[in-house]
Structure formats: structure tokens, C-alpha cells
């Protein structure tokens, strides 16, 4: 469809940096707004109105995302989330990974990003730390690991998602949208934050939609992609410091523009506050905690957003155990910590 836009003197992956740029300035507002965090639904201590908020977003993404497939604007044929043959090992470890970094820092990757924006230190530092590690894990030094540990594998055959299941495509993201809403309906919110949650939601299939469909270019194919945090971070630090040497892609607009919708929406809106952090040994916790997220985005093959809300709408068995991994981890790290919280950590970077 790209060659019909008109886009005479730009190529599909350099559109896809500003449809990026797009999609996150208004996730970065809308986030900013909702507070959107899926930390904050499993141990905060706001967690009904927090899930509620998360999981409005979830139901429009799937009902959304699976519009796009059944009206055949998009397939997931191909994609990294449908592979035949399930990494467990490193889709269990890392999100178990991910889930108590997130923990320890104190926020999910989405919502550090908007912190930093909003005046928060603490989550520019653990940001930096997790890009690095990220990138580390994917090209760098810990690479070896995720190979050795993506090798250990089960073969799921022709059934990689819920569409392969009795009821197909069209009754399992029903159901999984329906429970989503019920419980969201039940949480507590206002109306007006569970419609900005739902819009935040749209944002999911627009991009699956916006670089499958839309950006579609047999000569300059741009990659089938949405909303995640991982791979752009590390796309994004690689970006910065050899940026004459390679080209921005959809990862680094999707990081600048939730930086500068959320800068934007916390001075708008009177948010914006710098904070730092109080001891060393808070300090060492969240530094332990973006490792973890870091190794363990990449290993799990993506974040609470890019395995979470955009993963879960495809369906994807893999999307799924990820997703159900990190909640696991994080419940787990927030009961073996609950006994000092209130003590060593009593500054929340929420």
C-alpha cells in the first residue's frame, strides 16, 4: 500500500519513524495521564484501579489487533511470536527475570520511560542500565547466553497460538477482551481514565496495522512491529552513539516520541518533578533490577508492552507464557520482599 501514499521522496522504513514518533508521543501521554503500569496492578498498592487501566488496554488491543487479522489487513504468520518451536527455557527464565527487576525498580519499562520524562532520575538511571544490558544480551557479550538458553525448545507444531484451538481466532480474543473488561468495569476507575485506557489500547493494532498494511513495500520492507520497550531501547542506545553510521528505525522514534509525549503531558498537566535516590543500597537495588529486566526482556522476547499488550492480542502461545512469567516473577520478588519494604525502600518511583 506504500507505493499509493505519495511519500515520493521518503522510503517505508523512513515513514515508519515518524509513525512511530506518532504512536508514542500519544502513548506517553496517555500513559502519563492513566499512570499505565502492570507492576502496579500485581503489588501496588493501587493494584484493582491499576489492573483495570492495564487490562482496558489489553481488551481494545486484541479486539483490534484481531480485527486487522480477520478483515486480512495484517497475518502474524511470520512473526517471531508464532515460531514452531517454543524457546521455554528462555521465555520462563527471562520473564521470571523481568518480573523481579520490575519489582526492584519499581516500575515496568513503559512506565520508567515515563518517569524519566516526568523529572524522575531514579528512572533515567535504571533506563541507561537496561538499554545497555538489552543490547548486551542481543549483540553483545551475553549473547552466547541467549542462544545457549533459546535452544532448549518445544516443538508446538502447526498450534502456536489460540487460533489453532477449538473455537479459532474469533472466540478466544472474545473471551480473553470480555474478562479483560469485566474485571476492568469492576475496578474502580473512572470512566473518563478507562476511555484514555482504551485509547491507549488502539495504539497496539494501529501499529501492527500502520507497518503491516499500511507501510507494506516489497522493494523496503519495514518489519511487522508495534508497541514494545526491549528491542527499542537497545535500538535506540546502538542509535546514539553511531547514529552517521546508521539510520533510525521504528524503535528510536517509538522511544523519543514516549519521552516527548509524557515530557509534555507532565508539564501540561503539572506533574513534572525531579526526584534522585536517597541511599546507596537503593541505588544497587535498582541497578540489580535493570539488569534483570534487561536480560530477562530479551530472553522472555519482550516486555510487559511488547510481550504483554501487544504480544497478547496476537494470541501467541509464546506471548502468553511471557506475559504469565513476568506476573509470576513479580509476585514472587514483592512476597520475598514485603518483610523490609516498609523499612529500607519507602520511596516509590510511581
Known sequence: MFESLGFENFTAPQVAVGLALILGAAFGLLAERTKFCFRRGLVGDDRKQAMGVWLTALAVAVLGTQAGVLSGLITFDEHRFMAGDLPILAIVLGGLMFGAGMVLTRGCVSRLTVLSASGNLRAVFVLLVFAITAHATLKGVLAPVRTALGSVTVPLGDTVSLAGLPGGALIWSGLIALAALIVALRSGNRAS?????????????????????????DFDPVALQSLSFTSPYADTLFWTVASTSIPANFGVGL??????????SALIFGSFQWQSFHAPAET????????????GGVLAGGC????????????????????????????????????????????PAE
Open 193 to 217: 481514565t478507562l476511555v484514555l485506557a482504551a485509547l491507549l489500547g488502539a495504539l497496539v493494532p494501529a501499529g501492527w496495522i500502520g507497518t503491516g498494511f499500511v507501510l507494506f513495500d
Open 255 to 264: 522511544i523519543g516520541g514516549v519521552l516527548i509525549g509524557a515530557l509534555l
Open 284 to 295: 544497587g537495588r535498582y541497578a540489580s533490577g535493570a539488569v534483570l529486566m534487561g536480560v
Open 304 to 347: 510487559t508492552v511488547g510481550a504483554g499488550l501487544a504480544g497478547v492480542p496476537t494470541l501467541s502461545f509464546a506471548a502468553l507464557l511471557a506475559i504469565l512469567s513476568i506476573a509470576a516473577g513479580a509476585l514472587l520478588t514483592n512476597a520475598a520482599l514485603k518483610p523490609s519494604r516498609q523499612t529500607a525502600y519507602a520511596q
